[in-house]
Structure formats: structure tokens, C-alpha cells
């Protein structure tokens, strides 16, 4: 049996939720049983979250305008892709779910905030929309599918936000539920990112959690492998829109995919690694545009012959926030508060710092999270900034992080020092800097104007630019 999980990159609209159609056919009719996991279509949980802060600020307008965009691309999504009978239950469906989202959001208005809470109530309806609307397509196809909401086989704690399986439930649930699917020749397509707790009430796995929620569904079902499906040939050596000399990394073992996915490698959820492993279950990283690709593989043993290399993790659309302290009113407690209030408030923080001697906090944190997080901490901060404690809370331009991870026991070990010469010697301005105690990663902070010339420069420099062409890109 293969789990796949299709991200939002794969299902964007129509025509990427026709293509997805016609590669799970394919390997469907060669015989395989087959299980798909789905995120929503692309944006649209970013767009579920605007509408609820939009609300929560008082702009009723901006989240109503927000929604009637989203049903209208969901109805154009259908018109595309599902007979008269499909679409009309579908677009029922849709209205209910909608009309739910405006509830809440007139709820959030009333109250001025959004608590995490209460956003896990609405946070999945774009999985739910997606999975009925891929489902629809493979039955288009005369593929025999059933849409199924994780909320009836993955059961969390109740860690909002950011919840956690409890796993002998849940794979109770899910083997009672998928396997008399599969074994009928149905293929269930199960909504990514979204759970429920043991009393139902909605949960969600972490910001791009539907590569867990594949990962604990194969490994429930004692998988073969679980494949996940993006817009690149799996884990490279830096994103190929900047440097077109990146190379495939053709095998990973577990701890090496885990170690690039909570740097920031965008193809892979950082909780996805756990449940595999722990079965045993060979993870493969493949291109929905190109599923001639073989891809990724990650597993326990990749292979001794394989040449192992670092590789560079670019992420941009971030910002810096900074906490700053006045003299010696500054204490640890400072940065807990920070962290536990925006935790509470849904806001990721991908990567912090600390100064004593400047008593500041840094945070990296998404260019569209930069108002509520500054709003959330000037709040939570606001007897201490009007007693002069703080001296500021303030947002410090638009940056990006560029993270170098190297294989421990390798030659690839030498990167940091490598990584810190190569910067240094072609001048480029680090803003902060977030070393590993393991001494094989290093992360930088640096603005996203210098973020392409900084990966080029750390990809050369490393003797990445001179490794053997991937075969298959050779043949594209």
C-alpha cells in the first residue's frame, strides 16, 4: 500500500487537481492499493486565516470579501472538473461550510481577537473542500474514491494549534475506517492538516501539517511507502529558481530529511520524519509536474556508496521583529512571554535570538504575521513599554533565512566554518545568526534583496556548482 499526499502546489486548481487525478489512476490501474492524503488548494488556508484576523480587527467587509473570493474559485474548480450531480452537492457543501467561516468570523469581530482555538474550527475547511473536490475528479475518471475528513481517524490532544496524535486511537480508527475502503478497490482521499479530539472537537497538526498527517496514516496502515507529491524533484541542494545548478539529493536517511525539514525545507513538514521512522517506512519526495522523477528517497540506510553533500534551505517573505529591552529591566521572563503569548495567538516563530548585552529579542516571523505579532506583543508589553522596561517593539525590514546543513560524519561536518568564510569574504551583511550545538548547520539571517546572491555564493563556494548533473534532468 502507498499513501500519497498531494500539497497545495499540486491541487492549485482544475487543471493541477486533473493532473493529480490522472497520476493516482495511473498507478491505481497498475494494481496498487493506494491511499491519498490532501492539503488544500494553494493559499487557500492563508487566505482562511486573513479572513478571521481581517474580523478580529473589525473589518467585516475585508473577511466577507475574502470568502466570496474563495467560493468563487471553488465553484470555477468544480465547474472544471465535476458532472451537474457532483457540482450541485458540492456547491451545497461549500455554502455550509462557508456560512460557517462568516459565523466565526462575526464572532471574532465581537470578541477583537482570534484565539487558536477557535481558529482550528475553520482553519481545515479548505482540506475538506480540496479532498471532495480531487475525490470528484478520480470518479470523473471512473476511479472508484471517497472523500474522508481526518477528523474521523486522526485523534489529537488538545494542543491547539499544533496538536499531537494519540496513537493507538487513531490507528484503531483509521485501520477500521481506510482498510475496508482499500480492500473494495476505493481510493479514500483523506484531508491533510486537520484532527479532532477525543471529544471532537476540531484540532490541526502545525502550519503545513498535511505531510504528518500522511506520515501517521502509513504508518498506521503499515504502509509500503509514503509519497509526497510537490513542485520540485525532491530535496535539492538550493531552490533550483535560484540556482539552476542544484542537484537532486537522491537519498536521505531519516535523521538527514529531519534535520533540512525543521531548517525550513519547504517539501517536507519537520514532524513528518517521526512516524516513519518509527515503522520503518521508506519516505519518497516526488514532482507532480514531473512523476517520471524518481526523486527523493528517504530511509534507514540510503546506501554507503552515496556521496553525501550539504545542502542550502532558502526561505523569504520574512520579517524581523525585535523586543527591545532599556538597561537592566530586562530579564529571561521577557522572552517567555514573547513566545508563549504569540504561540497562543497562532503566530509561528520560525527562528529567534537573544542579546544580553543589547537585551533584545530578535524574531523571524512571516511578512503576513507581522502586524498581529506586533499588535499581540505591544499588548502583551504594554504596561512594560509605558514604564520605559522596553524601549521598543518594532519590526526591522523584510529578511530571509538561509540555512547550510551538512551530514554529521562526513566531510560535509566543515560547512559552518566554510559558510562563515564564503560570506565573509564576498561581503555580505548577516543580520543574525543561529548556530546548531552540533556543529553541522548554521542558519542566517541576512535581508531578502541579498538572499539569491547569498545561496549562489554558499553553492559555489561549497563545491556544490561542480557536482555530477541529476540524470533525469539531464533527459528533461
Not at 100 to 126: N, P
Not at 209 to 230: M, N, P
Not at 373 to 402: D, I, K, W
Not at 439 to 468: A, C
Request: aromatic content about 4%.
Amino acid at each position: 500500500m502507498i499513501v500519497m499526499k498531494f500539497g497545495g502546489t499540486s491541487v492549485g486548481d482544475a487543471g493541477l487537481i486533473a493532473n493529480v487525478a490522472g497520476i493516482v489512476r495511473e498507478h491505481h490501474q497498475r494494481g496498487e492499493s493506494i491511499v491519498v492524503v490532501a492539503s488544500a488548494l494553494a493559499t487557500v488556508t492563508s487566505s482562511i486565516i486573513q479572513a478571521a484576523r481581517l474580523a478580529a480587527r473589525g473589518d467585516l467587509g475585508g473577511a466577507r470579501e475574502v470568502t466570496s473570493l474563495l467560493r468563487d474559485r471553488h465553484y470555477a474548480a468544480a465547474s472544471a472538473l465535476l458532472k451537474d450531480g457532483q457540482r450541485d452537492e458540492f456547491e451545497a457543501y461549500t455554502e455550509r461550510r462557508l456560512d460557517e467561516l462568516e459565523r466565526h468570523c462575526e464572532s471574532y469581530a465581537v470578541l477583537g481577537e482570534v484565539t487558536v482555538r477557535s481558529l482550528d474550527q475553520v482553519v481545515g475547511i479548505g482540506e475538506s473542500l480540496s479532498v471532495r473536490l480531487l475525490a470528484g475528479a478520480l470518479q470523473r475518471q471512473a476511479v472508484s474514491a471517497q472523500p474522508i475528513d481526518a477528523t474521523e481517524l486522526v485523534v489529537t490532544d488538545d494542543a491547539f494549534g499544533n496538536a499531537r496524535p494519540l496513537t493507538d486511537v487513531t490507528r484503531r480508527k483509521t485501520r477500521s475506517r481506510i482498510l475496508p475502503l482499500v480492500e473494495a478497490g476505493c481510493i479514500p482521499v483523506v484531508t491533510g492538516y486537520i484532527a479532532a479530539t477525543e471529544h471532537g472537537h476540531p484540532t490541526t497538526l502545525g502550519r503545513g501539517g498535511g505531510d504528518y498527517s500522511a506520515a501517521i496514516i502509513g504508518a498506521c496502515l503499515d504502509a509500503t511507502e509514503v509519497w509526497v507529491w510537490t513542485d520540485v524533484d525532491g530535496i535539492l541542494t538550493a531552490d533550483p529558481a535560484l540556482v539552476p545548478q542544484s542537484r537532486t539529493l537522491e537519498a536521505l536517511s531519516y535523521a538527514e530529511a529531519a534535520e533540512l525539514a525543521y531548517l525550513g525545507a519547504d517539501v517536507l513538514h519537520p514532524k513528518t520524519i517521526g512516524p516513519v521512522e518509527e515503522h520503518g517506512i521508506p519516505l519518497r519526495i516526488r514532482n507532480s509536474f514531473r512523476p517520471s522523477h524518481p526523486g527523493t528517497l528517504v530511509g534507514d540506510k540510503p546506501g554507503a556508496q552515496r556521496r553525501t553533500v550539504p545542502a542550502i534551505i532558502s526561505t523569504k517573505g520574512l520579517c524581523l521583529v525585535a523586543v527591545q529591552g532599556n538597561g537592566d529591566a530586562w530579564t529571561p521572563l521577557i522572552s517567555a512571554r514573547t513566545l508563549t503569548r504569540l504561540a497562543e495567538a497562532a503566530i509561528d516563530v520560525l527562528m529567534f535570538t537573544q542579546s544580553f548585552t543589547e537585551r533584545t529579542l530578535s524574531l523571524v516571523v512571516r511578512q503576513s504575521d507581522v502586524d498581529p505579532c506586533l499588535r499581540t506583543l505591544r499588548r502583551e508589553f504594554e504596561h512594560e513599554l509605558n514604564q520605559a522596561r522596553l524601549s521598543a517593539v518594532s519590526a526591522r525590514g523584510h529578511v530571509a533565512t538561509v540555512s547550510v546543513v551538512g551530514a554529521p560524519g562526513t566531510p560535509g561536518a566543515t560547512v559552518v566554518p566554510q559558510a562563515f568564510r564564503a560570506l565573509g569574504s564576498h561581503g555580505l551583511q548577516v543580520r543574525c545568526v543561529a548556530q546548531a550545538f552540533s556543529e553541522y548547520n548554521v542558519s542566517f539571517v541576512v535581508s531578502e534583496s541579498d538572499m539569491p546572491r547569498t545561496v549562489r555564493v554558499l553553492h559555489r563556494e561549497l563545491g556544490l556548482d561542480q557536482l555530477p548533473p541529476d540524470t533525469q534532468r539531464a533527459k528533461a
